[in-house]
């Protein structure tokens, strides 16, 4: 849990890298969150009007999901830009390896290695 609430004391963090559990431990819990607000949302909907937790709560970690996402290029020494892969046609597929590809050891032009402490 730690890992998910560490994107949101970095929301605005841009720069650096970011380890490969970072990422996914914050897309896991996302999801699960995620999950549980949409079925919430759909039991509240048959009986006020209609979804409202999910959206805001996707409003709310749109910004540290982008950043970590950054981070995370950061971390196997590619520009952030790299974000925006998956708007191509099979973008998504090159996007998933540069997400579970091992970081650079060492320092690297985004900063030093985040396993190093």
């Known amino acids: 849990m730690d890992w998910y609430f560490k994107c949101f004391r970095y929301y605005f963090t841009f ?3 970011a380890r490969r559990k ?3 431990m914050f897309q896991l ?3 699960v969150v995620l999950l549980l607000l949409i079925v919430g949302d759909e039991i509240l909907s048959q ?3 209609g979804p409202f937790l999910a959206p805001i709560y996707m409003l709310a970690t749109l910004i540290p999901m982008l950043a970590v996402k950054i981070r995370r290029l950061h971390d196997v020494d590619w520009s ?6 998956p708007i191509i046609p099979f973008g998504s597929i090159f996007s998933l390896y540069l997400m579970v590809k091992r970081g650079d050891e060492g320092f690297n032009q985004y900063g030093a290695d985040p396993r190093d402490g």
């Open 15 to 17: 720069s650096g890298r």
């Open 22 to 24: 970072e990422y996914w």
């Open 29 to 31: 819990v996302h999801g």
């Open 47 to 49: 009986e006020e009007g």
């Open 80 to 85: 952030g830009w790299w974000c925006l892969l």
